[in-house]
């Protein structure tokens, strides 16, 4: 079962603009989740976190927001640059799962100049 | 400083045949984490280690699959009588804690592309 779930293979979206990325998880027992980038050929770079103790966290340009009512997780980025032109996952870890991170498929991110 | 770095970054194998995949992870980290990642899917959880012994082993496909870290720094995950099934790119992560303070930063390499003709 899909625990971590990005039903989005890939957005695309005008350079200056918002890029929205959307993750759905089905186990409450998850209390941490995180946004990795990844660029063809490299592993996958963190890129921001956020606790479920809070429903925003912010670092620069990327937002993550939490609702835990709704399992859902989304990753905000403004404005976006070509150069955010990435796959990106969500990941959730914790509770019954400890350290180990359960990813989702991707997102396929297209900035387009 | 250095990252994590994976040896070789790609492998040919024949099916049937043994591999080794190696990773060197961060300086200092204790915490050493294998994940594989097919075609269109995101990584999967193989297994974890703390210092040298295997926390989690939980992801493991079967047993033809192994991995060590008997020094607890370089890690080297071992598939024998190799499927076809078994294509894909293996990535070590290593973070400075792991266990239960997972909130600490998983750093990846850039894989292992495995091909099993």
């Known amino acids: 079962d899909q625990q971590v779930k990005q039903n989005s293979p890939s957005l695309s979206v005008q350079e200056g603009r918002i890029s929205i990325l959307n993750c759905d998880y089905t186990?409450?027992?998850?209390?941490?989740f995180l946004w990795y980038k990844k660029y063809p050929a490299e592993g996958p770079t963190f890129l921001i976190s956020i606790s479920s103790i809070k429903d925003k966290n912010e670092d620069g340009r990327f937002t993550v927001f939490l609702n835990k009512s709704a399992k859902h997780l989304s990753l905000h980025i403004v404005p976006s640059q070509p150069g955010d032109s990435a796959v990106y996952f969500c990941?959730?870890?914790?509770?019954?799962?400890?350290?180990?991170?359960?990813f989702g498929q991707g997102t396929e991110l297209s900035v387009k100049p | 400083g250095a990252g994590v770095s994976q040896t070789p970054s790609n492998k040919v194998t024949e099916k049937g045949k043994y591999v080794e995949l190696r990773c060197d992870p961060i300086s200092g980290h204790t915490a050493l984490y294998w994940y594989r990642q097919s075609l269109g899917q995101g990584p999967e959880f193989l297994i974890y280690f703390q210092g040298t012994g295997a926390a989690d082993d939980s992801g493991l496909p079967n047993d033809r699959f192994f991995a060590v870290r008997p020094e607890g720094s370089v890690s080297t995950l071992k598939i024998q009588r190799t499927e076809r099934g078994d294509s894909a790119v293996y990535l070590c992560?290593?973070?400075?804690?792991?266990?239960?303070?997972?909130?600490?930063?998983?750093?990846f390499g850039p894989g292992t592309r495995l091909t099993v003709l």
């Open positions: 990941a959730a870890s914790g509770g019954n799962q400890g350290g180990k991170l359960i």
């Open positions: 186990n409450s027992m998850f209390d941490y």
């Open positions: 992560a290593s973070s400075t804690a792991g266990g239960p303070t997972y909130t600490d930063t998983q750093y």
